[in-house]
């Protein structure tokens, strides 16, 4: 299936009050198991490649494309999506190569120049039909809006949507990232309320730390793009883990990956129908 546009994806989710799973893939066998996982739930998928991810290879084209491959083999609607690139010639590069939506996030510069980067980012993008998520900065916030303790403002919000043009806002809402238990606390009212005071779907970073009863209460608040990287990648290497300590002999990288990937898999299934997005592939 051609790669898709997050952009009805998302606008079918927030009326219909489900979310949209947005999975992290560093490894060629993430990304199989994230579409295997889509798949089975009959769920649309947002596949994302992080500017960690391509520091980490080196560059962006060899994960890109390998992406990108998969997604359009996908038999449900995939969406493959940069993430968290802070560097706007990553976002070019991106574009160049296809990618149908990028997260921009100047969150760490301060409020007028992310403003103002971000808008020339959408200008760029929509040029080329590629949409945008965005975060709003925080002063004083090195993490930004992930910054345990911040909130984002309604109000706030709802004025740099206009500024800026963007697709999708990223929000503070007690979540942060790369949390090992799931014991965040989300506030569900201030979901609710920016939900009500912006005019485009909300994304949750950090949902590794959020457990499975509020994954499906948030997005019934107007929650859409949940994102969820660090627990997929514990459940892929305690699989590997465990493969390796029952076979110490092991040598082919397959037999260790190739569990690991299944588990990972299995693991997206589920998540995509504690979000609500089970069966929705064939609705859009
Ligand atoms: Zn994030």
New binding site residues.
């Given amino acids: 299936m051609p790669l898709a546009d997050p952009r009805p994806i998302l606008a079918a989710a927030r009326s219909g009050r489900y979310g949209v799973g947005a999975f992290n893939t560093t490894l060629l066998e993430h990304g199989e198991a994230l579409v295997a996982g889509a798949e089975a739930a009959g769920a649309p998928l947002i596949m994302q490649v992080s500017e960690n991810a391509v520091r980490y290879h080196g560059g962006l084209r060899p994960i890109a494309l390998a992406t990108l491959a998969l997604a359009e083999a996908a038999t449900v609607p995939v969406v493959v999506h940069l ?2 690139a802070e560097d706007v010639d990553l976002v070019h590069q991106a574009v160049d190569l296809g990618f149908t939506s990028v997260m921009y996030d100047g969150s760490k510069l301060p409020d007028d120049e992310n403003r103002a980067t971000t808008r020339r980012v959408v200008e760029h993008c929509h040029a080329n039909g590629v949409a945008v998520e965005a975060e709003l900065g925080e002063v004083g916030g090195k993490d930004g809006v ?1 910054a345990p303790g911040v909130r984002t403002d309604p109000q706030d919000a709802r004025r740099f949507c206009a500024d800026t043009g963007v697709d999708s806002l ?1 929000v503070a809402v007690g979540t942060s ?1 790369a949390m090992a238990s799931r014991d965040a606390v989300v506030d569900l009212d201030l979901v609710a309320a920016i939900a009500e005071a912006v005019p485009v779907p909300l994304v949750l ?2 949902s590794s730390g959020v457990d499975d009863a509020t994954l499906s209460t948030v997005v019934t608040r107007g929650m859409t793009k949940v ?1 969820i990287a660090t627990h997929l990648n514990k459940v892929f290497t305690r699989a590997v883990r465990e493969r390796l300590d029952a076979d110490p002999k092991v040598m082919d990288a397959r037999k260790y990956v190739a569990p690991a990937r299944d588990a990972m898999a299995a693991e997206v299934e589920r998540l995509l129908g504690v979000l609500g997005a089970r069966g929705t592939a064939a609705r859009l």
């Fill in positions: 993430d968290h992930h990223a990232h970073h950090g994102n």
